[in-house]
Nanobody
Framework: QVLLVESGGGLVQPGGSLRLSCAAS????????MGWFRQAPGKEREPVAV????????NYANSVKGRFTISRDNATNTVYLQMNSLKVEDTAVYYC?????????WGQGTQVTVSS
């Protein structure tokens, strides 16, 4: 059974930074596109950043371009989301996602709250 475990969420002031981590196991990590999605209260889940498995370009939501950076380490089966210059509107539950062909897996989510 695929396992995706997020960590690194928490409470941060506007303008601050957080780094989320997602530890993956029980599947061939390097074959999968890895991404971060988020869901704010009362809103639909939306993509934040997606990094393909091999080649291709990373896609970022317009709202986070220049502030967030996704990266992956295929040696440790981990994907990261570095979040800088956080805004109140970044408050949401952040989910790790692994996708390949028809396979689509989710982590349990980690709460990020940006508030003064």
């Amino acid at each position: 059974q695929v396992l995706l475990v997020e960590s690194g969420g928490g409470l941060v002031q506007p303008g601050g930074s957080l780094r989320l981590s997602c530890a993956a196991s029980r599947f061939t990590f390097s074959y999968y596109a890895m991404g971060w999605f988020r869901q704010a209260p009362g809103k639909e889940r939306e993509p934040v950043a997606v990094e393909p498995s091999i080649g291709g370009s990373i896609n970022y939501a317009n709202s986070v371009k220049g502030r967030f950076t996704i990266s992956r380490d295929n040696a440790t089966n981990t994907v990261y989301l570095q979040m800088n210059s956080l805004k109140v509107e970044d408050t949401a539950v952040y989910y790790c996602n692994a996708r390949r062909l028809r396979a689509n897996y989710w982590g349990q989510g980690t709460q990020v709250t940006v508030s003064s």
